[in-house]
């Protein structure tokens, strides 16, 4: 195993024959053998060892035998423990997505704060069918099915050719010592119970099994690269971004087929997982929306918003007279001006004696009027925007200078015409929104 591991590392991990790495080490068979073969492979490492607080004595006998383990392989070695219970309580998490977060927050700071390449964790071929069954039995799309990733950017995983077999084989040869998890017999995990008792009837139906899956989980991969290129295309072509918000015309959602597959390709790298309630938007009303944990997905007419969320302001900023720079919410900047000069859309000029302070900064809402300047009369602001023909993202972006209750202006779109300079205004306020 040990010709095959570093023919392995020669062809696809050339880069740990480079640079420093860190072999996260549990004190289980996988992670030794992976520290015993990086050794012989003479390749630089540095072992880490993750105490989760949650086995008593077992959990301490496992951090004194990843220390031996480094001094016996001459390696450096670090060790952090977790207060794993008090996580959970504070976090609401299960033990699994826990561990996993503690574990990889710490070796991300550890890897940066020491400069190391990449990480290594001694995930294997069956640790692969497991996660494939696990993603199956919860329901996925093709990515879910298409494995554990070999080499990323950040994470190396050169076991996960080689079989939880060949492993223990290569360990007993080599009379090699290592610690079992007692936790890992407990079938009241999900992955334990795949582990112990449905993988090895599978094996049984066919001695191959496990290769086999290999060649499928292969093709599967290339499948989902090549659903992946066709997806980037299609949302190059629909989907236009502006000011923050992506906008996708839904007449042209409508021609792909089978649509609930592209929309599931289309979204869900946003974190969309509720497919029927994103369909139900192509025919929905107007002003309906789903909701990710981070985006948001509306109707407007005949297109979808796709926007990340972030928190709509219905706070209130007062500007107190004699104030000359704005920096919250917006950046807008207040002089003394002797003439209205260079005219644009984020300039506003007004009659000084005309403003009653403090004037506030605020978002619309239902009801507000104002009278537009080169107008007679008054207009509803909701009218306004829709002649205008803002989305209804750019309306709740929307802010607003008043005076009291009236508004002054609706910033970089139109001042009201009951502020104007005329020829009887003796003193001239600019107010320049700067984004």
């Not at 001094?71 to 699994?96: A, D, G, P, W």
């Not at 069956?126 to 069954?133: A, G, H, P, S, W």
């Not at 839904?250 to 029927?276: A, C, D, M, V």
Request: charged share 30%; net charge positive.
């Amino acid at each position: 195993m040990l010709k095959e591991f570093k023919q392995h590392i020669e062809s696809r991990f050339p880069e740990l024959k480079e640079k420093k790495f860190l072999l996260a080490c549990s004190a289980g068979v996988d992670s030794v053998v992976l520290a015993h073969l990086c050794a012989a492979a003479d390749l630089d490492f540095a072992i880490a060892h993750c105490n989760f607080k949650l086995r008593g004595i077992e959990s301490e006998g496992d951090e004194k035998f990843v220390e031996n383990l480094a001094k016996n392989l001459h390696k450096e070695y670090f060790i952090t423990h977790f207060n794993t219970k008090e996580y959970i309580e504070r976090t609401k998490s299960s033990l699994q997505v826990a561990a996993r977060d503690l574990r990889y927050k710490w070796f991300k700071e550890l890897m940066k704060k020491k400069g190391y390449a990449k990480l290594l964790t001694a995930h294997h071929a069956d640790d692969n069918l497991e996660t494939f069954l696990i993603n199956l039995s919860r329901g996925t799309g093709i990515d879910g099915l298409t494995g554990i990733p070999s080499n990323t950017t950040v994470i190396a995983r050169p076991l996960l050719k080689f079989s939880r077999k060949k492993i223990l084989v290569y360990a007993q040869a080599e009379k090699i010592i290592w610690r079992e998890d007692s936790s890992n017999q407990d079938t009241k995990y999900v992955r334990n119970k795949i582990r112990h008792q449905i993988v090895p009837l599978l094996k049984e139906l066919h001695p191959t099994f496990l290769d086999n899956f290999e060649m499928t989980q292969n093709f599967l991969g290339q499948t989902a690269a090549i659903s992946r290129n066709q997806i980037n295309q299609l949302r190059e072509n629909l989907f236009k971004e502006e000011g923050g918000v992506i906008r996708i015309e839904i007449s042209q959602l409508q021609k792909l087929n089978p649509i609930e597959g592209y929309l599931h390709g289309l979204f869900r790298e946003y974190g969309f997982t509720e497919w029927n309630d994103v369909m139900g938007l192509l025919s929905g009303m107007s002003g309906k929306e789903v909701y990710s944990n981070t985006h948001r997905l509306l109707k407007d007419r005949e297109f979808l918003l796709l926007q990340e969320i972030r928190l709509v302001s219905d706070e209130i900023y007062e500007i107190k007279e004699g104030t000359v720079d704005i920096s919250t919410p917006v950046q807008v900047v207040i002089s003394e001006a002797i003439k209205v000069s260079n005219v644009a859309k984020n300039i506003l000029y007004v009659d000084k004696k005309t403003l009653k302070y403090p004037l506030t900064l605020r978002k619309w809402k239902k009801g507000d009027y104002f009278y537009p300047l080169g107008m007679g009369g008054k207009k509803k602001l909701s009218k306004f925007f829709k002649d205008e023909k803002l989305s209804l993202i750019s309306k709740e972006e929307q802010w607003l200078l008043c005076s009291g209750n009236d508004i002054v202006w609706v910033l970089d779109r139109r001042a009201d015409n009951r502020f104007k300079v005329t020829d009887k205004t003796i003193s001239i306020l600019k107010f320049t929104n700067k984004g």
